[in-house]
């Protein structure tokens, strides 16, 4: 029996997305893995700094996502011609946005990064309509601006401080540059998603992250005692980078190879979400009435834009390599 190579398109069809259960629970997912994450960053790196944080937790990424794929059907490696753009793409989402985060984060207050993060939604919403990668929806788009408007609510009512002073424009400014980076790393991916998948895109981009931010985090590396790190906080390492990067990633490009850019996009609002169930279930920590009130805003936004009637445009360059048998 002889094996043939044929592309077969993996766009999805023009008309409205039907609704898929199994990527919207796998979103919702995605935001609780995402919620989870900043308290257990927050607390590894009181031992470990950000940039051995990064060092230590995305070759554990890299391993598990490497297993993904060779379970998976299709290329292992990319065509040549797409090689220069999925470099990019790496160094563009692992590395670039990467330290964006972490020295914003460093530089200006946490309610201040947590507002402006959860730009990214509108971000990737303009730039695929833009890019022409989904219809223009006034309804979608009234669903994302009122998950941003229900996240800020559920920051400001943490009582935490919101500073438009001096000392914190810097790090507000690389804030947005991050939520910029993340949406165009979002939106620029889907064009090769769409042709050979999620599960590859994925892993060759934090594999071409990966050697990059060790190499930045040996010195600080160098610097720690491994042997006096306590087990809780290499277990938040293990947890940063098996869930929130290699298993979130592969949650989050699904959803955009399923849904669309700017439908997964507006799920990142529910991460302050499940950070404040989190801290409510973990820590009781008793959240207010704006919290709450900003909770039900996210969701009913969430709903509104998931249920938008825009659609996903085709990419007729886009095509996976599928390998079939015939006699």
């Known amino acids: 029996m002889a094996r043939s190579t044929e592309e077969t398109p993996t766009h999805p069809a023009v008309g409205d997305p039907p609704w898929d259960w199994v990527t919207d629970l796998s979103l919702l997912m995605l935001a609780v893995i995402w919620g989870v994450n900043f308290v257990v960053m927050k607390s590894v790196m009181l031992e470990v700094p950000p940039m051995a944080l990064n060092a230590l937790r995305f070759p554990l990424a890299s391993v598990a996502l490497g297993f993904f794929l060779m379970g998976q059907r299709g290329p292992r490696v990319p065509r040549r011609e797409d090689v ?10 692992n590395v670039l946005y990467q330290l ?5 984060l460093d530089w200006t207050l946490a309610g201040n990064a947590s507002v402006l993060l959860a730009t990214t939604p509108m971000w990737v919403l303009i730039l695929s309509w833009v890019m022409g990668h989904e219809a223009a ?11 941003f408007g229900g996240m800020v609510m559920v920051v400001l009512g943490q009582g935490k401080s919101i500073s438009l002073g001096a000392g914190a424009i810097r790090g507000d400014l ?9 949406a165009f790393y979002t939106v620029g991916a889907r064009h090769y998603i769409m042709r050979y998948g999620s599960v590859q895109v994925t892993t060759w981009t934090v594999w071409i992250g990966t050697p990059i931010l060790i190499l930045l985090g040996v010195p600080s590396v160098a ?3 491994l042997g006096a790190i306590s087990l809780p906080a290499w277990l938040g390492i293990a947890y940063a980078g098996l869930f929130s990067l290699g298993l979130a990633y592969l ?8 849904l669309g850019s700017s439908r997964t996009a507006i799920y990142s609002n529910l991460v302050p979400v499940a950070a404040l169930t989190t801290a409510w279930i973990w820590l009781d920590e008793q959240p207010g009435a704006v919290q709450l ?14 249920r938008g009637a825009g ?8 095509r996976r390599w599928r390998t079939s048998g015939n006699s």
């Open 84 to 93: 220069l753009p999925l470099i990019g793409l790496g160094v563009l989402g």
């Open 100 to 104: 964006a985060f972490v020295f914003a």
């Open 137 to 147: 929806n006034a309804t979608v788009a009234l669903g994302v601006a009122g998950t």
């Open 174 to 182: 690389l804030m947005v540059a991050a939520a910029l980076l993340w």
């Open 223 to 225: 610097t720690l005692d």
């Open 251 to 258: 949650l989050w490009y699904r959803g955009v190879q399923r």
């Open 293 to 306: 009130s900003g909770a039900a805003v996210v969701l009913m936004g969430l709903w509104v834009a998931r």
């Open 311 to 318: 659609r996903q445009l085709p990419d007729p360059s886009s």
